[in-house]
């Protein structure tokens, strides 16, 4: 029977941001605009940190270069077919297409939270113990913190797509965008046990990684006495905590709340999916004048090129 149900709907349809088309063709210029910022930006900051020499060799810039990695990857899970969207009246996505979307989203979504808990421990060893720097945070500790935070992300989505698609969908097929909540609503049985298994698994997920990151900070700037060294610390920190924010806000407001669902839910879903993965470069770039002294560099090379 749940078999024979799930068959029913094949189909998933997007719902959007208008019905106008006028309005529709404004926020494509908008949304692609966002799109390209985020290759733009993510793919400049990865080439900046290939490239220098001190940069490359730094472990900090070596995850921030895989956090971009991260973001562009993020990117094109939605917003592409976002995109797509705007130009066609009909707003459909296949059932399989929505799995695989959903899938996408969690493994990376859920590498990009273990990352940004890996880039807080940097912080933590390079404030804290900064003599042993160097030899805890090695190259070969580094690849595989980024490893365990893929693994991880990979192990989150395959539950969180064993659980949507075990339930059964027959009825109705209107969804802002396929992830976990918005599609096991529609599903035709009972979620009560698959919500709070969602809240188990992403809600506590976002919700300990990001009080396991204030903690660090906390700790860094209780450790260090001086007025001056902790405004070092913060301006040091100052734009992790930023990403932190934009990520781990949205993502804790989404997945901490079962059976609720809120007008401002596609404003905030656009936030962490489109939005923050544009803001990242520019929020580490703007404030680091060693990532910006290497671009710098590197746009000589490439016009003395």
Request: hydrophobic content about 50%; glycine content about 4%.
């Amino acid at each position: 029977m749940d078999q024979n149900q799930t068959e029913v709907v094949r189909s998933f349809f997007l719902s959007g941001f208008s019905q106008t088309s006028s309005i529709e063709a404004g926020l494509f210029v908008l949304f692609l605009f966002f799109c390209v910022s985020t290759w733009v930006g993510n793919v400049l900051i990865m080439v900046t940190v290939a490239s220098d020499k001190y940069l490359n060799s730094s472990p900090m810039y070596f995850l921030l270069g895989n956090l971009s990695f991260l973001d562009l990857c993020y990117s094109t899970v939605t917003t592409p077919k976002l995109l797509a969207d705007f130009l066609n009246h009909e707003k459909l996505i296949s059932y399989d297409q929505c799995i695989v979307q959903l899938f996408f989203l969690h493994f990376v979504g859920a590498a990009e939270m273990f990352l940004l808990t890996v880039m807080a421990y940097d912080r933590y060893v390079a404030i804290c113990r900064p003599l042993h720097y160097t030899t805890v945070m090695s190259r070969g500790l580094c690849c595989v913190l980024v490893a365990v935070s893929w693994m991880g992300g990979f192990v989150h989505s395959t539950v969180q797509t064993i659980l949507t698609i075990r339930l059964p969908f027959c009825g109705p097929n209107q969804v802002f965008f396929c992830d976990v909540p918005p599609v096991i609503k529609l599903a035709c049985a009972d979620t009560f046990v698959v919500e709070l298994l969602m809240v188990s698994n992403s809600g506590l997920i976002s919700t300990i990684s990001f009080v396991v990151l204030i903690s660090s900070y906390t700790t860094i700037l209780v450790k260090i006495r001086s007025k001056e060294g902790r405004r070092k610390a913060l301006s040091t920190c100052a734009s992790h905590l930023m990403v932190v924010t934009l990520f781990f806000g949205p993502c804790i407001f989404i997945y901490t709340r079962p059976f609720s669902t809120f007008s401002v839910d596609k404003m905030v879903s656009v936030l962490y999916n489109v939005i923050t993965p544009m803001l990242n470069p520019l929020i580490y770039t703007l404030r680091n004048k060693e990532v910006k002294s290497a671009m710098q560099k590197l746009w000589v090379k490439i016009i003395a090129f």
